[in-house]
């Protein structure tokens, strides 16, 4: 085989391969399952916050009076440092003094024994909400309607 025929074949391959990694991401990959002998698509159950279902152990609390950002990070054990840099993140797309009494926040956990803390969501109206993501660094976004 010549060098362009090689050169061809090895850009091909890697055309097919994007085009086939390109479609997984676009169209999501799902679970499949056996149902009678025959393979069924099941598709992945999300909660409201694109969470998948009973993939994380969760905890919902609602803003008390007077209660700051600052304060529900210290009932979650964040010390005061952490908490400062979790407060800086946000308030790059969300003003934390904007939290109000009342309002509902989720609080996401690894579902096994060690129950790591992974994500934080709270609600900013009943369309509007705010995800901290807490996996490895600190991520956060800002989900509108």
């Given at each position: 085989?010549?060098?362009?025929?090689?050169?061809?074949?090895?850009?091909?391959?890697a055309?097919?391969?994007l085009?086939?990694?390109?479609?997984l991401?676009?169209?999501?990959i799902?679970q499949?399952?056996?149902?009678?002998?025959?393979?069924?698509?099941?598709?992945i159950?999300?909660?409201?916050?694109?969470?998948?279902?009973?993939y994380?152990?969760?905890?919902?609390?609602?803003?008390?009076?007077?209660?700051?950002?600052?304060?529900?990070?210290?009932?979650?054990?964040?010390?005061?440092?952490?908490?400062?840099?979790?407060?800086?993140?946000?308030?790059?797309?969300?003003?934390?003094?904007?939290?109000?009494?009342g309002?509902?926040?989720?609080?996401?956990?690894s579902n096994?024994s060690i129950?790591?803390l992974?994500?934080?969501?709270?609600?900013?109206?009943?369309?509007?909400y705010?995800?901290?993501?807490?996996?490895?660094?600190i991520?956060?976004?800002?989900e509108?309607?």
């Amino acid at each position: 085989m010549t060098n362009s025929r090689k050169t061809i074949r090895n850009i091909v391959i890697a055309v097919v391969a994007l085009l086939l990694a390109g479609s997984l991401i676009y169209f999501g990959i799902r679970q499949f399952s056996k149902i009678d002998g025959e393979t069924a698509e099941v598709p992945i159950e999300l909660d409201e916050f694109g969470f998948r279902v009973g993939y994380y152990h969760i905890e919902s609390n609602n803003i008390k009076a007077n209660q700051t950002l600052s304060g529900v990070l210290s009932l979650l054990n964040f010390s005061g440092d952490s908490a400062h840099k979790i407060v800086q993140a946000i308030s790059e797309h969300f003003d934390p003094r904007r939290i109000r009494t009342g309002n509902e926040y989720h609080v996401y956990f690894s579902n096994d024994s060690i129950r790591s803390l992974s994500h934080i969501v709270y609600e900013i109206s009943l369309i509007d909400y705010l995800v901290i993501n807490l996996k490895d660094s600190i991520l956060v976004s800002l989900e509108i309607g």
